[in-house]
């Protein structure tokens, strides 16, 4: 038996996959608002934030939203090789209504994750699409906008669109955990406070520590989270 069956989950609370584990975005409220003003204003925007801030959880959100249903294509650029025409994958995209881009579908919207492996060359390729009106809006996901190896038409053509995501407060921290426990009193929101600040202020690491105390103590057949258990992540 798994460690959080022993607490009555049916999966692991603290999975950090966004395809797997649709949630409430706490703190991503206004910005998910702004990402689909965005999109229905037909744009391109760039998407900012460092990693495990939650730019793959605001892209899975858009692709359950119903108005885009049928109408997104989502693109993890760090599985694309490097010499790969993005045109190709585009075209024998599965799940459309006829093969993209022969005829000529309206409305898409192009979801590029992790364009920092997205080659130059295959960034000109998404702007002509978009300029010849295959694509309705396209919104890219990095790190650093003024890193992103795009051409200087491109990053003309989103000009102000960046959307940056702030990093989470205490009290927003405190509620993604409660979130995904419920009324599971395991551990105190001072203690969640705590592996906050040991995980960098980072969602996604505040996540992967708490199903590492978790699955310790359930391991050790306690039944509460202490200080003494802080030491078991990495600070």
Not at 71 to 79: A, E, F, H, N
Not at 99 to 119: E, H, Q, T, Y
Not at 121 to 148: M, W
Request: glycine share 6%; aromatic share 8%; proline share 3%.
């Amino acid at each position: 038996m798994e460690w959080f069956e022993e607490l009555d989950f049916d999966e692991n609370p603290f999975d950090t996959n966004p395809k797997r584990h649709p949630e409430k975005l706490v703190g991503l409220t206004e910005i998910s608002s702004e990402l689909m003003y965005r999109l229905e204003s037909g744009a391109m925007v760039f998407l900012q934030g460092k990693k495990g801030f939650g730019k793959t959880s605001l892209l899975w959100n858009v692709i359950r939203n119903k108005r885009w249903r049928g109408k997104i294509i989502y693109v993890d650029c760090k599985s694309l090789s490097e010499d790969l025409n993005i045109e190709k994958l585009l075209i024998n995209k599965q799940g459309l209504k006829g093969i993209l881009f022969k005829v000529k579908p309206k409305d898409m919207v192009l979801l590029l994750d992790n364009v920092g492996k997205l080659s130059k060359i295959n960034t000109e390729r998404v702007k002509y699409f978009f300029d010849q009106g295959y694509l309705r809006s396209v919104v890219f996901t990095g790190e650093d906008f003024k890193k992103a190896d795009f051409s200087k038409s491109l990053k003309q053509r989103i000009g102000s669109r960046i959307l940056e995501i702030e990093p989470v407060d205490k009290y927003q921290a405190i509620a993604i955990i409660r979130n995904r426990i419920h009324d599971l009193n395991m551990i105190s929101d001072d203690l969640i406070e705590e592996v906050f600040k040991k995980s960098d202020k980072n969602p996604k690491k505040l996540l992967e520590n708490c199903e590492q105390l978790f699955s310790s103590v359930i391991e050790s057949n306690e039944d509460k989270i202490t200080k003494k258990h802080l030491k078991l992540i990495e600070g």
